[in-house]
């Protein structure tokens, strides 16, 4: 299981939201190049970066950032705002090596399958984030996870699996942030719906044993945020398990 250490960014600055809520915003007084240099230093190979300001608004308002962490030697996983094909390419003439596109997947899954075709399952991961109703459907919130979409996870996923995508990122929206551990059953779930797609686990992390729990359930990346960030857990932990 692959690790990587995220970083959120808006207005520049490194920043976690809780439960996707840009009223609960935690700020940490590190600049995004000397933490991305950190982790590239500790062994990380990848660096998952999430511009949070395009996320909701639609432009890219830290892509000269983005462009700079892409500079370390980390390989740059960048998401947030992607409406059109300008936008992926925008990313990958930044240096991002895989754009993430989530809300545009679930408002378009025919456009973004197109990408798919056209540069490479490995350059585009599907962002599926999703929350449980009380009905115990996963469905999936779109525009940084502020507006309902009306699409379950159990419907598009396995859609994306047919198309050839390759890389689908899953996150437990009301665990993100939070350091209340990964729901453990969302990647059990995934790995049997679509057991071809790579799955990158994301939200909850708190320490070596949520790995291991998420590498028993298949995941085949763990995403990690707020455990580093607030030294719960390192970057030499989490890639010794």
């Known amino acids: ?72 030697g980390l390989k740059v996983q960048a998401g947030g705002g992607v409406r059109s094909e300008a936008d992926l390419r925008r990313l990958f003439d930044a240096g991002v090596e895989r754009a993430v596109v989530g ?18 399952a490995d350059r585009v991961c599907i962002a599926l984030d999703a929350r449980r109703t009380d009905r115990g459907r996963w469905m999936l919130p779109v525009k940084g996870w502020t507006e309902a979409s009306g699409v379950a996870l159990d419907e598009l996923a396995p859609r994306y699996e047919r198309a050839g995508a390759r890389h689908l990122l899953c996150t437990d929206i009301d665990r993100d942030g939070m350091l209340s551990g990964p729901n453990v059953d969302l990647y059990a779930h995934l790995r049997l719906l679509v057991p071809e797609l790579r799955v990158q686990a994301s939200g909850g992390v708190r320490d070596a044993s949520d790995l291991r729990a998420l590498e028993k359930e298949g995941a085949a990346a763990a995403i990690l945020g707020r455990s580093l960030l607030e030294g719960r857990l390192t970057l030499a932990q989490a890639l010794q398990c």
């Open 1 to 72: 299981m692959l690790i990587i250490p995220a970083i959120d960014l808006r207005a520049g600055r490194v920043v976690r939201l809780a439960q996707g809520d840009y009223a609960r915003q935690t700020d940490y007084p590190v600049e995004p190049l000397e933490l991305a240099r950190t982790y590239q230093q500790a062994g990380a190979h990848w660096l998952h970066v999430v511009d949070l300001d395009a996320a909701r608004s639609g432009a890219f308002e830290n892509l000269l950032v983005i462009e700079q962490l892409a500079t370390t």
């Open 103 to 120: 809300s545009l997947a679930v408002r378009d899954p025919k456009q973004v399958e197109s990408w798919i075709v056209r540069h490479g």
